[in-house]
């Protein structure tokens, strides 16, 4: 690691270069089907290190990416011979139990975020892998085990501190919230990944949530997937606010998890009948604090996949049955233990409490959200570049979203589709024209931009 003394137009905070002997550790992904080499990686210390990188970074012309969980599906929070602004060690929680709010640090994950308001007796909805980032997750929209209760991640957020792109070859830290730039609050709220600036700190309306109860079902193999899944979504995006639910489906098993922001385990379960009673599942249910119950939906680092590939959906109209043997048929096959299918039910808060102010988020009308998703590899062992397994899993993937296409609408930004023609509007819809108007007011030199970047303005 490089000590860099802080001064005018000097790198500052923790800088780590490609000769030190922590450069590959600083500089892989969690995603390691994607890799760059950053000529410096800029571990913030504090709000002024954000903004000495992006000057210094502006007065060389050299690119910058904006990183945080490192989880940046695409790989898209790095980039070769650019400097990558890493926010993971701005770690702060700061609780107002008098307004509802509470005001937290850009690096940390969503684990941390659930600990950290968890231990007051307060939550914010967040996805459910605890290892994500929460700027990113809340950039793009955010949703999970909570959003039919609280609605998005992103309808929470009241407030952030973002270091922005200033005068021809500078960089300052402003405020966007629900009375100063306004414009800038509301596309960030959907839209704020690395488009605009670098998130430093987010300020959320927070829910009282001392317990919570979960119910996971599992049924072995595929034979009941038409009738779960009919079920499920016939119930799932109408049923009583205070649930959530999602499915996973793999190759060998279905499995359900649901949890209600309440405190009957009773009544979790008969919200869940209707599904429940198809087949033998195994079926659990646990009372607990939502820090623990949170707990018990991770999986250890180190048993993920080296290398993963996913595909985004929206779901307006229920699946006919012939989309539910397309799921079932792909799945039969696929190549690896890790090859699934993910859904995550709509409706409730989502539907009805868009923020003050609005949001980009564009599919608040959808029933689901879905993805298919493979993973393959070991973590340590071949690149994906020659690994055996690399193209069978990218073409089982092409071709199983491919085949879901006439039953699904959209894309999520925060689980991008490289290859779609129209993303903007799919991640979006008639926003973008608002964006990209955002975009030239507070980023008119497009400083901040990536492969699938909020579009700069056209003279």
């Not at 941390?112 to 909805?125: F, I, K, M, S, T």
């Not at 980032?133 to 209760?149: D, I, P, Q, W």
């Not at 998005?152 to 009375?179: H, K, Q, W, Y």
């Not at 009773?266 to 623990?292: E, H, I, M, N």
Request: charged share 15%; net charge negative.
């Amino acid at each position: 690691m490089t000590a860099v003394a802080a001064g005018p137009g000097e790198l500052t905070g923790r800088v780590v270069r490609p000769h030190d002997s922590d450069y590959a550790a600083a500089a892989a992904g969690w995603n390691l089907l994607f890799a760059h080499r950053p000529s410096a990686i800029v571990f913030a210390q504090e709000t002024r290190d954000v903004v000495n990188a992006v000057a210094w970074a502006r007065r060389r012309r050299i690119p910058v990416r904006v990183r945080s969980g490192r989880h940046c599906l695409e790989g898209w929070s790095s980039i070769d011979d650019g400097v990558v602004i890493d926010v993971s060690e701005l770690k702060a929680v700061a609780i107002d139990t008098v307004a509802g709010t509470a005001t937290i640090g850009a690096g940390l994950s969503q684990t941390e975020v659930v600990n950290g308001l968890g231990r007051a007796g307060y939550a914010v909805p967040t996805g459910t892998e605890g290892t994500v980032g929460v700027v990113g997750a809340t950039l793009g929209g955010g949703f999970g085990l909570l959003t039919r209760s609280f609605g998005m991640a992103s309808d929470n957020l009241l407030a952030a501190e973002i270091v922005v792109a200033s005068g021809t070859d500078d960089a300052l830290a402003i405020r966007a919230d629900e009375t100063s730039n306004t414009d800038l609050l509301w596309a960030l709220r959907g839209a704020g990944n690395g488009n605009f600036g670098v998130v430093t700190a987010l300020t959320y309306r927070i829910h009282p949530l001392p317990q919570a109860v979960a119910v996971t079902a599992t049924w072995s193999g595929l034979g009941d997937l038409g009738p779960v899944f009919e079920a499920w979504q016939q119930t799932a995006p109408h049923t009583d606010d205070q649930l959530t639910s999602q499915l996973e489906i793999r190759r060998d098993e279905i499995m359900l998890m649901g949890v209600l922001t309440g405190s009957s385990a009773q009544y979790a379960t008969d919200l869940l009948s209707p599904v429940l009673g198809v087949g033998r599942p195994a079926v659990s249910t646990t009372l607990a604090s939502w820090t623990d119950v949170y707990a018990g939906f991770q999986i250890a680092p180190t048993d993920e996949r080296a290398n993963w590939k996913f595909v985004s959906q929206f779901i307006y109209e229920p699946f006919p049955p012939q989309a539910v043997e397309v799921i079932g048929s792909f799945l039969s096959n696929a190549p690896t233990a890790d090859c699934n299918y993910f859904t995550n039910a709509f409706g409730g808060a989502v539907r009805g409490s868009e923020p003050p102010g609005g949001s980009t988020f564009t599919h608040r009308d959808s029933l689901f959200y879905a993805e298919p998703g493979v993973g393959w590899g070991e973590r340590g062992g071949a690149p994906a570049a020659d690994d055996p397994l690399t193209p069978v899993c990218l073409s089982w993937l092409a071709e199983f979203s491919e085949a879901l296409q006439p039953f699904v609408n959209g894309a999520y930004v925060n689980v991008p589709n490289p290859t779609m023609p129209d993303w903007a509007t799919a991640y979006w819809g008639s926003n973008v024209d608002r964006l990209t108007a955002v975009k030239a007011a507070y980023d008119p030199e497009n400083c901040f931009n990536y492969e699938q970047s909020v579009p700069a303005a056209t003279s």
